[in-house]
Every structure is written in C-alpha cells, then in structure tokens.
C-alpha cells in the first residue's frame, strides 16, 4: 500500500462496570506514517436491526461539521452546524428531510482541534425502546453514518435481512483529509511516539455486570467484533462470563492489505 514502515497496532476490548464496552488502540511504527484508527459497529437501539434507526434521537457534541464532494472526501471548509441539519447539539431523530428526501449522514463531526481526554461525544436513544447509549471518546472527530448503502447479502441477527437506515455509526476519528490539509487535527505518527485511542461505549438496557453485554445486547448491537473474537480464539458463548478483556494483534507491513485506516467493513455480519 506504499507505507514506508512496519506498524505496530494493538486492539483490547474491555467490558466495565456499568454496561461499557471499552475499545483501546495503541500503535507505534518504524517510519513516519499515517495512523487513523477507528472501529465501525452498527447500532440499532430498538430491534437490532429489524426496522430503521430515523427515529431515534441524537446528540453530538460538536458545533461544526465537515462537507463532502460527491466522493465523500472533505472540502476542507470546516462548517457551523448552525442552522443546518447537522445541528445535533440538542437530541433530536436523525429523521430529517431535504427537498423531500431522507438527509443521508455520512460525515465527520469536529469535537475538538486535538485528541485529548475522554470526553462524551454522543447520546443517543431508540425511538421506541427507550434504550439510551453513550459513547466517550479521547478523538477530536466523530464520522456519524446512518447506514443508507447497508444491503449485505448474508442474514444477521436472528436470520434478520438489512436494509437502508438499519444501522447508524459512530466512528471516533481524527478528521479525515488531515493529509492534505495542514489545519487540521493531524494523523501522522513518528517514531518514538504511541498512537493512543480510547473509545467507551455504554448503554442503560445493561446491569451492573460487564458480562450481561453477552446476554442481555442481542437487541442493541447490531454488529459487536468481539464475539467474533471470542470465537475465533476458540472460545464458546458458555465461555463468555470467565473472559471480561481480550486483545488482538497485527504488524501491519507496508504490502498488507489489511492496513486499512477502518478495522471493519460496513456490512453488519
């Protein structure tokens, strides 16, 4: 892919008292490179999947917003959100209208100018479960997706079959662009230095067991990585209330294909 150096990448996933998934991202790298990790899990707060999330309410803590040209990738203009319907200061549904079609959110919501302490991002709750969630991030950005291009052809949860709006996203970042754009909240990493991202994720439908995000989420996630993992490591769901953190690692070499700057594809399994 023409990086110029190995990179280190280590993924830890944590269940926290009360009901919190934690997702940890550390790097380092041999060579100058760029680093800008984030995971893509779909929400539906209602059903899992079976209906859309328009309906659901909102909250991002971030007063501007970066527009896209007609292949998703950054203007450069750093926005107000101001009267426009990136406004989710205050919650309110995703469902909103523009010359009579759904706003399709696929876009990076500005935070803050550096990665910094954890920090509340975004609120949100389903329409008619009532379920809230909560999502802290150390990241400057915030990539909100409202799941408009979902169409997999595998079944998910329950044998569900997804559709548009199935899903939303909210994917702690730094600005995409960064690259070209010296303004900008940088991704580049340098040797000696420790890429570090926390992101924690936390929603009321939980007890105060960690372990009850295995047992008690099959309505709330649509897509959670870290089943996948559990099984890929050889483990069975009866195994799931001894294990409360597990860890995966890559060396990324500049040839890898699987160096991508996001850790899954946007097709909920």
Known sequence: ???????????????????????????????????????????????????????????????????????????????????????????RPLRMESEGKQVAYDQNFCLASMRGPLKLASWAQGANSGVEMELWTTEPGVQLYTGQYLAPP???????????????CLEPQVWPDAPNRPYFPQATLWPGQIYHHVTDTG???????????????????????????????????????RITSWRSSARYRPACRRGRARSYPRTPC
């Open 1 to 91: 892919m023409g990086f110029p150096g190995a990179l280190d990448v280590t993924c830890t996933y944590r269940l926290k008292i009360p009901g919190t998934l934690s997702v940890e991202m550390t790097a380092t790298c041999e060579e100058p490179t760029l680093c800008n990790l984030t995971q893509h899990s779909y929400f539906n707060l209602d059903d899992g999947g079976a209906g859309d999330i328009l309906d659901h309410r909102l909250m991002l803590n971030a007063g501007a917003y970066l527009p896209v040209d007609g292949d998703l990738i950054p203007t450069g203009v750093v926005k107000p959100v101001d009267g426009t319907p990136f406004d989710f200061r205050q919650a």
């Open 154 to 168: 595998s079944p998910g949860l329950e044998g569900r079959r997804y559709k548009a709006f199935s899903g939303f």
């Open 203 to 241: 929603s009321d439908c939980l007890n105060s067991d960690p372990v009850s995000v295995f047992q008690r989420c099959r309505t709330c996630f649509v897509r959670w990585p870290g089943r996948r993992t559990l099984r890929s490591a050889g483990h069975s769901p009866s195994d799931y209330p």
